[in-house]
């Protein structure tokens, strides 16, 4: 093997280690972005919590409509006694 094709060798196996390295140089950004709380998992969390609070507020919004209606069917809520 001549001297240039030993350097031709070493040049494409040095250009496969260059892509190699960053190959994994990009995966590990991109595994740095999915842990990262800022990440996309941490945004997902924040979406689900806002969505968490909302449904809190309306079955909370829910169970006050739900007392005021048990209130008037029962009478509980009337203050003069023996009002039926």
Request: aromatic share 8%; hydrophobic share 35%.
């Amino acid at each position: 093997m001549s001297e240039s094709q030993k350097l031709n060798d070493l040049y494409r196996k040095f250009a496969a280690l260059e892509r190699r390295v960053s190959k994994i140089e990009g995966s590990v950004k991109e595994i740095d972005t999915v842990i990262d709380p800022e990440g996309w998992i941490g945004e997902a969390f924040e979406h689900l919590e806002q969505d968490l609070e909302e449904v809190q507020q309306e079955v909370e919004e829910m169970n006050g409509k739900l007392d005021l209606i048990w209130r008037h069917l029962t009478g509980l809520g009337d203050k003069t006694p023996n009002n039926y």
